[in-house]
């Protein structure tokens, strides 16, 4: 997950971190060589079509970035077998645009190229195209169907041996190409790979249907899991086989030599986020009486501030008014919620601090809690074993195909995934140790379209 300010929300105050990297295309260009010789996937280009003021102080990484495919064809040239994950908002698109941009994508990249659909979560990015409200769920997700039907129909505009090589010499049999169809013959994947995200009934629906890489982001993994399941699930009932369409959760990974100093990394990470003044809670309500057991992470700008009045939900215990640095108390696992007592489990997993030793130093604070309930993804915290064992118990037990990784602040965060976290994996036999192949549908394991065609015929 390429944010070249790092997808913790403060990973560009670390001192070891980029602040300035999101336009530096050197920059850019080496993180995607360094990822390739790690033998990764993908780099995964997001993007948002407003730029939220909130996310000055949640995720200054997002507030303004390059255009994805203007950065992508960059990444192409310095690269040559990484995929290339690019957003399309389909609310705000044109698909014979998009189907054109994606295939020249996969050209100058020799079959690299992925298409990540989105429907567009920011209702302000109505008036940037000039529309007057946004779309609801099932108004974008119904487009979005259509959309993506149509720009696979475009991809097939040229048949297979429209455009042929006899001795050396090209020849154009202009019968194989469908009118008004795509400007540009078959690109080397004909079909790039398609992902999506999402968790509401429309988006399961349309990633069984059309995805072959779902994202997903929950932390518990018994929840993962059952997503996992789920979504197969639906490919199978729409005739796919489960194994084509793989599931990628996002995982915060931070990784040290040594457990005490990936913690120490965590902790620095987390001390240095802007927290807020605690909300004054409505008359007749305390904090906690919000609490649910889908409790959802904070994201992006939206959601509530980052102080005990939001533990204090998550919990479903008022903790508010404590010293952020005060020791909290082992009876608050009684009086917690279900959420409350996950939360918990979350920080002493992360930090190694739970609510009973006997030294102080090892104990959960009241700051934990906030940075807790303001995580945005699963993550792990360790040594290169500790990190390796946590991915490996995600993929063996059924939650995960792969990882959608973020790293917290670059380089840094990257230069220690690859240089401790992938050679374990490696030991371990779980991971490539070279690619299988010169296009992305090879790292997936995925059939090429035009032979299974040929193959049919």
């Known amino acids: 997950m390429f944010w070249a300010t790092g997808t913790h929300s403060a990973g560009w105050r670390h001192p070891a971190a980029r602040a300035d990297g999101a336009f530096d295309i050197a920059f850019i260009q080496q993180t995607c060589r360094d990822a390739e010789a790690s033998c990764f996937d993908f780099i995964f280009l997001g993007d948002r079509l407003v730029a939220d003021p909130a996310l000055a102080r949640t995720n200054p990484g997002q507030m303004a970035r390059l255009e994805p495919f203007v950065a992508a064809s960059a990444i192409a040239a310095a690269t040559e077998r990484v995929g290339i994950v690019v957003t399309t908002n ?29 429907t567009g979560a920011d209702p302000a ?20 169907e259509t959309f993506t039907r149509t720009v696979r129909s475009l991809w097939d505009a040229w048949g297979p041996d429209a455009l042929t090589d006899d001795d050396g010499k090209l020849a154009l049999h202009a019968r194989q190409i469908r009118a008004g169809g795509s400007a540009l013959p078959r690109s080397p994947q004909h079909h790039p790979i398609i992902l999506h995200a999402g968790t509401s009934e429309r988006s399961l629906d349309f990633g069984a249907r059309h995805a072959d890489v779902i994202f997903t982001g929950d ?65 007749g309500t305390h904090a906690g009486d919000a609490a649910a057991a889908d409790f959802q992470y904070v994201g992006m700008g939206r959601g509530a501030s980052r102080n005990l009045s939001l533990a204090s939900d998550v919990l479903g215990v008022d903790v508010r008014g404590h010293a952020y640095d005060a020791l909290v108390p082992a009876d608050i696992a009684d009086r917690a919620s279900e ?3 996950q ?14 030793a006997a030294d102080p130093a090892r104990r959960i604070t009241y700051l934990d809690l906030i940075h807790a309930s303001i995580a945005q993804s699963s993550a792990v915290v360790g040594n290169p074993a500790e990190v390796a064992d946590y991915m490996q118990w995600w993929f063996e037990e059924g939650a995960a195909d792969g990882f959608n990784v973020f790293m917290p602040f670059l380089p840094y965060a990257m230069d ?24 992305l549908r090879d790292h997936f394991n995925l059939q090429h379209l035009p032979a299974r065609e040929r193959a049919a015929a």
């Open 90 to 118: 389909t609310t705000y698109s044109d698909p014979f645009t998009v189907a054109r941009m994606l295939s020249s994508l996969d050209h100058l990249s020799a079959g690299r190229a992925s298409w990540n659909v989105v």
């Open 339 to 341: 959420r409350g007592r």
């Open 219 to 283: 932390a518990r993994f018994d929840v993962a899991r059952d997503f996992y399941r789920e979504v197969k699930a639906r490919a199978a009932a729409y005739g796919r086989n489960p194994d084509d369409l793989k599931v990628v959760p996002g995982l915060t990974v931070i990784a040290e030599p040594t457990t005490e100093a990936a913690v120490s990394t965590y902790d620095t990470l987390n001390r240095l986020l802007t927290l807020d003044p605690e909300d004054p809670a409505p008359e």
């Open 343 to 356: 939360i918990l489990a979350y920080i002493t997993r992360l930090t190694r601090r739970d609510l009973v």
């Open 416 to 439: 220690r995934f690859r240089t401790l976290v992938v050679p374990e994996l490696q030991r371990r036999g779980i991971y490539r140790q070279r690619y299988g192949g010169p296009r």
């Open 125 to 144: 990015a109505a008036l940037n195209f000039s529309r007057t409200a946004h779309w609801d769920n099932e108004a974008r997700y119904a487009h979005a």
